[in-house]
Every structure is written in C-alpha cells, then in structure tokens.
C-alpha cells in the first residue's frame, strides 16, 4: 500500500491492499470521457443561450430554455403574462433553476457525472482518487435529496412545453397567406416538428422518473387494495428501465429545438413550413 493516509473506500482496513487504480483491462474509461465531453458541449451552449437573452422566439416557436417566457419578453412569448417583467436579466434565467435542478439532481445523471466529473468513481471496480467519502449526507450534496420536489416542477414545466406544441400549430396573423386574405387554419414546420419530438421526450424523461416511481407506487403496503396505483406503478417500472435513454435523447432534443429557434430567429435560416 502507498505511504498515503487511505481511510474508506477500497482503501479501506478490511480491503485487500492493492496499489493499481484499477485491475480491469477493458477501455472502461470510454463512457465517463464521453459524458464527460457530451455534457460539457451541452453545458456550455445552454449557458450562452440562456444569458443570451435573444433569438428566442420565431413565430409561433418558442424555445424551451425561455418557457414560460416569464420576463421582459419579445412579442408573442409571453402566454402567460410577464410577471417579472422587471427581471433585469435575460428571461430564461427565472425558470432556469427548475429544468436544471431537477437534471442535476436526477439518479442518472448525478450516477453520470459522478464518474465522469469527479471520478467518484470514475467505473465500476476502479479506485477513486478522493481519500475520504461522505456521500451525499452533508451540504451540498445533501441538496440532492430535493429531486422529489424539482419533479413536481418538471410536471409543471412540462405541462408548459405540452401547451407550446399547441402554440406552434398556431397560424400567425396576416401570415401564410393562401390568397384573398386567406391564411391556413394550421400551422406545420420542422419547427413543430422537432417540438412535438421534443416534449414527447421530455414526457418520457419525466414519467420515467425514480420519484415519480415512488409518487405513484412507493409506500403501499398492499398492491391488492390500490389496483390503479399499481398499475400506474408497473407502467412507471416499465419506462423506468429506459430513464438513462430518455435523459440523454431529452437533453438532445432541448438543444436541438432551441438550435433551430434560434436559427429561425436570427434568419440564419428560414422555417421549414409543410403546411
Ligand atoms: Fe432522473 Fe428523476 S431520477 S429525473
């Protein structure tokens, strides 16, 4: 063993002694580099987007990082009022801290960035290089056990999502004209496209939920007496198995939506209209 004061852990006095990191010899360091890289990109786009405070909004799309629009917003992204409207700072900062506190406070993720962040431990049955462990008992990790009540917001959030997709059929005023005045009673674009994609993930995402498990089914003593609770629950459990796939294809299709808003807005692009 090394000179290093090695306390828990597999360092601890009833493991064996042994100095390598590890024993494996598969690339178990491929997934946590890849997390590692992927929620970076991630982190770092959906920083400059949300502090960016523009390009939001191309009618009748919404992105979901600026949803509800709650702030001084532009035109038409306000459904719900602007009820700090005297916010100084750009409009996503307000709802920020519910999608991204119930992310980072997800089982998934936290198990994802553990590794691939703080290498606590970076894989299965390799060393972490921390000497001493305390969990997540103590400030701030402690916080993590607020998921539940971030869950409650995601249902909120997206209720709000839902409610955009419906938005985005919307034909605007004096837009899409079919002649005469005319203007087509539906909207369709890539755009709806990509938020129907979107918020059908963000469901799955959120339904799929370990707290939402534990809504539904968790503390019952007799499955027997609650037919539609376990039925709820055996649905959950079955989403359950997939909620690492729907927490990265989610965390896809946000940016994705957003992208393309973005895009639409700043007329990089013009709207891909099907009809
Ligand atoms: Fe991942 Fe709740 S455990 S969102």
Known sequence: ?????????????????????????????????????LFSAFVIYSTIRAFSGSD?????????????????????????????????????LIILIFPLGFRLTCYYYRKSYYRAFWLSPPACAVAEPHVKYT???????????????????????????????????????????LGDGETSGIHMGLGTLLMIVN??????YTLSCHS?????????RHFSKHPVRYKLWTLVSKLNVNH?????ASLFSVALVDLYVYLVASGAIQDVRFF
Not at 141 to 170: E, K, M, P, S
């Open 56 to 92: 939001y909004y191309a009618k009748p799309y919404l992105s979901p990082f600026y949803s509800p629009c709650l702030g001084d917003c532009v035109e038409g992204a306000s459904d719900f009022g602007q009820p700090f409207g005297w916010f100084p700072l750009s409009a996503a």
């Open 135 to 177: 969990g997540e008992t103590r400030f701030p990790l402690i916080l993590q056990n607020l998921h539940r009540y971030f869950w409650y917001a995601a249902i909120v959030i997206g209720c709000v999502l839902t409610f955009d997709v419906f938005l985005a059929f919307r034909p605007m005023p004096g837009e899409y004209a």
């Open 1 to 37: 063993m090394s000179t290093r004061t090695k306390h828990t852990g597999v360092f601890g006095p009833t493991r064996a002694h042994i100095d390598a990191a590890t024993l494996r010899t598969d690339r178990w360091w491929i997934p946590p580099l890849v997390t590692f890289v």
């Open 212 to 220: 939402c498990r534990h809504a539904v089914g968790g503390r019952l």
């Open 199 to 204: 918020v059908v993930l963000i469901w799955l």
């Open 244 to 248: 690492g796939r729907y927490a990265w």
